[in-house]
């Protein structure tokens, strides 16, 4: 059984930074694709990052290319988000998810990860 535990998020000015961690617990967290997602409340969930292996290509939606930078820690089993630049359009819910090995093209479609964590609130005021 995989689970997972964001922590981080918070209220911030445009413009700020925040650093999202989330820890994961189980096996194989080096084989897992692990990615981070957003959703704002009626909203469809919206993909952020993604990568397959420490080492790998990580991917990122255009909204955020160049602006966050997703990382994973495999010594303290932890996926981290680094939000720099953030503006009030990153505000929403913040996910990290987990599943085995998927293929590139499947990564940013919430429904290919099996576990999830439950979520950490990103405000960013104007």
């Known amino acids: 059984q995989v689970e997972l535990a964001e922590s981080g998020g918070g209220l911030v000015p445009a413009g700020g930074s925040l650093r999202l961690s989330c820890k994961v617990s189980?096996?194989?967290?080096?084989?897992?694709?692990l990615a981070w997602f957003r959703q704002i409340p009626g909203k469809e969930r919206e993909f952020v990052a993604s990568?397959?292996?420490?080492?790998?290509?990580?991917y990122y939606a255009d909204s955020v290319k160049g602006r966050f930078t997703m990382s994973r820690d495999s010594d303290e089993n932890a996926l981290y988000l680094q939000m720099n630049s953030l503006k009030p359009e990153d505000t929403a819910d913040y996910y990290c998810?987990?599943?085995?090995?998927?293929?590139?093209?499947?990564?940013?479609?919430?429904?290919?990860?099996?576990?999830w964590g439950r979520g950490t609130q990103v405000t960013v005021s104007s």
């Open positions: 990568n397959r292996r420490r080492g790998e290509n990580t």
């Open positions: 998810a987990a599943n085995r090995r998927l293929i590139l093209s499947t990564m940013g479609l919430p429904r290919m990860y099996n576990y």
């Open positions: 189980g096996p194989a967290f080096t084989s897992y694709t």
